[in-house]
């Protein structure tokens, strides 16, 4: 692959993000459909143990890369053929090691959870689709070097659709935990399939001792930081899978999953092409402080709104539907996980730029307090409010966004407050409307589509207002 200059980097990395909005947005509109069919087909208990067991694999996951695939995408020459032959094969060998341990252990972890011969066999097929999951690497980090995000996306959208079509039609056939098991292979066989088609790889094994060393100075501490992530998200939730009935669990992936409808959407796609970009441009710290307030602005335009008509509509919507009332006990979690996401969609690239341009030691501090933070308030809460302390704790700890501009700032010029004031105050208008007609207007989908799309509106228009020269320079960027 050729070094691109800065006009390629910056035509590709706003086309990607485009492309991956685009194509991600309609991915989780479909995604957000097949998700509330399969909650009114499925039990909060159903859910619990899909969250549980899906966060066991996950852990799994952390020992299969050990940063390599990172140091690649970061890596400021050329790949070699050594590089990517070293990559794939340790990573195969710790993949294959731990998917020989997970299968040979998954009665012991069914037993330990409590699980049914259904819930186990659905651990079984998460294994094997972490074993082919890890098979699509290689090419799909040859794709976000070249920023080719436009064919990236593309075994996202397969294996997607198959894993909802089949989950769906197995749910509503009676099929129970047992539709989710069926469609993780699904997702798995299809993923591999079409990654391999948009970017045909030829694998081969062989590791190169030198390569090896240099790409680990980076993995390691990165990976490190993919641990304590790991700990704090997944080895919390199979904590809590242990400490809380399934019912409670899923309760709080339901509210979960909701509340992170922007960050999915907008911030994924953000993200995937960012760091490969900043990595591209870390060594003009200018230039790289304008795209990092370029993408705060952008994010905290678009992801704001969603939150805050999130908020208002949620519990309406609820109510309307008779199916979905089994899922109010989740909503006091849901406005605390809204909350979390808006301030994580602002955190979350920052973190991502340290990492960009090699500042792997911070990104680790952060990390370790942030682990330490969620671990000590979690389990402090979850005694205090029950599995509402979950999303309390969750929500108190991104108030430390405010480490994470000033540990930027130390290293790259830019404006923090300056590109999320306009999206805070026509957020602020937003939340006025909703809270003032709500309380007017009758609930049902013929108010409730109009009043939010009126919300987004007046929020769009506030913006428009109180931030004009700055959101059309911002538009007229993207278009040229």
């Given amino acids: 692959m050729s070094t691109f200059d800065l006009a390629d980097i910056k035509s590709k990395s706003v086309k990607g993000v485009v492309a991956l909005t685009a194509r991600t947005f309609t991915l989780q509109i479909i995604g957000f459909i097949a998700t509330f069919f399969l909650t009114l087909l499925l039990t909060p208990s159903i859910f619990g143990v899909y969250y549980v067991v899906s966060a066991v694999i996950s852990f799994l996951g952390y020992f299969s890369d050990i940063g390599l695939a990172a140091a690649l995408v970061q890596k400021k020459e050329d790949l070699t053929p050594e590089d990517i032959q070293t ?8 993949v294959g090691t731990a998917v020989i341990i997970a299968l040979l252990g998954s009665v012991k972890i069914g037993e330990f959870y409590g699980l049914n011969p259904s819930g186990v066999w659905l651990f079984r097929a998460l294994v094997l689709s972490f074993f082919l999951s890890s098979l699509k690497t290689i090419p799909s980090i040859l794709m976000e070097r070249s920023l080719a995000f436009d064919r990236l996306i593309i075994p996202t959208i397969v294996e997607t659709l198959g894993f909802y079509i089949v989950a769906v039609l197995l749910a509503f056939n009676g099929m129970g935990i047992a539709s989710f098991s069926w469609a993780v292979l699904c997702r798995g066989i299809l993923g591999v399939i079409a990654v391999y088609i948009v970017e045909p790889w030829t694998p081969s094994f062989g590791i190169s001792k030198d390569v090896a060393k240099r790409l680990l100075r980076f993995g390691v501490p990165f990976q490190m930081n993919s641990f304590l992530a790991l700990v704090k998200d997944d080895l919390l939730t199979v904590f809590l899978g242990k400490a809380l009935p399934f019912a409670e669990v899923g309760y709080i992936g339901w509210a979960k999953k909701w509340a992170e409808v922007p960050l999915r959407l907008i911030m994924d796609s953000v993200i995937r092409v960012t760091f490969p970009a900043f990595s591209r441009i870390q060594h003009d710290k200018k230039l790289l402080g304008k795209a990092l307030e370029k993408t705060i602005y952008g994010l905290s335009l678009t992801i704001f709104p969603i939150s805050v008509a999130l908020m208002f509509l949620v519990r309406p919507l609820v ?44 990104t680790l501090f952060l990390m370790g307090m942030w682990t330490t933070l969620t671990w000590v308030l979690t389990v402090l809460f979850i005694r205090l409010f029950g599995y509402q302390g979950v999303a309390v704790s969750i929500f108190l700890i991104t108030f430390t966004i405010g480490i994470v501009v000033k540990e930027m700032q130390r290293v790259v010029p830019f404006n923090f407050l300056k590109n999320i004031g306009s999206a805070v105050l026509a957020s602020f208008v937003q939340a006025a409307w909703y809270a003032v007609i709500l309380k007017i207007v009758p609930s049902s989908f013929i108010i409730l589509i109009p009043v939010g799309v009126l919300g987004v509106i007046l929020y769009a228009g506030c913006v428009f207002l109180i931030d004009r020269s700055r959101l059309v320079a911002f538009m007229r960027s993207l278009k040229s």
């Fill in 319 to 362: 109510f309307l539907i008779p199916k979905y009332v089994k899922w109010e006990p989740a909503l006091v979690s849901f406005y605390f996980f809204v909350g979390a996401a808006a301030i994580a969609g602002l955190t979350t690239p920052l973190t991502n730029a340290l990492n960009a341009i090699g500042k792997i030691k911070t």
């Fill in 87 to 94: 990559t794939f094969t340790i990573q195969q060998l710790l």
